[in-house]
């Protein structure tokens, strides 16, 4: 594994970069900003992820495989999270400096490599880290393993491409309804029953009206600040409610909240 500062200006980013601008906010704003650093940066998958208190998978596409991404997203979070130190120390991950990190499957611990690199047919992945709210963004292109290796022009090209498309996934996310999901995509959002509250009450009957409430909006879409904004609380009490209610229903991400509810008849 291997860490890298990066301070390219913002002015370094090649054009074709221009044309995601007229993608942020849309549905197919993954798969044509894959499309779009070919060029530069041969990568037959990609995802965009935010690691800390709320993991949460925001975007992900792959072009000429199968796409597999949030299977790899599942299985991270299954294990191999806990003990993932590839995106550097600590120091680094709370500057608000960018920065670019390169992981060889083979340098990745034994669960980490067999879940989600082996299972997956992946051999290398290429990040942009910054620190985000709460914890850390990633932006990962994945090598599989019928590609060449990246090599030092694609070190180069991505660190050239790094202030251009931090801002323009920054925007997408921010203007996009699914980013707010941790992993569901949109046919999950739509597949969200209407009878929340008596679902989870069967669930666990021991839910407070406070802990519902904070979970329903947690189903239905809603970031922790918006949700904070929708009931009129602060932020770190949404998020004393959400960790109460995880502990109860004895999960720990939202992902495993949207399984049992929607598993809940």
Known sequence: MKTWPLHAAPDAAPRLLGGLIDEIGQPG????????????????SWSVYRLGTDPALLLSASCGVPDTTRDCWRAYLSGPHRADRSFGPMTLLSARTPHLCHLDAQEAPAEHRAKVYDAHGITERLSLAQAAEGGMLAINFYRHAHQ????????????????????????????????????ADLQAVAAVPTDLEA???????????????????????????????????????????????????????????????????
């Open 199 to 265: 679902r989870l009450l069967r669930l666990c009957p021991t839910l407070t009206a406070r802990e519902q409430a904070v979970c329903v909006r947690l189903l239905r879409g809603l970031t922790l600040e918006g949700i904070a904004a929708d009931l009129e609380l602060a932020l770190p009490t949404v998020k004393t409610y959400r960790q109460r209610a995880f502990a109860r229903l004895g999960i720990h991400f939202r992902d495993e909240l949207f399984a049992r509810v929607l598993q809940a008849s």
């Open 29 to 44: 704003f993954g798969t044509a900003a894959l499309e779009g650093v070919q060029a530069v940066l041969p990568a037959a």
């Open 148 to 183: 060449p290796a990246f090599g030092p022009t694609a070190l180069e090209r991505l660190g050239a491409l790094a202030p251009a498309l931090l801002a323009i996934v920054r925007k997408h996310v921010a203007l996009s309804l699914p980013a707010a999901l941790p992993s």
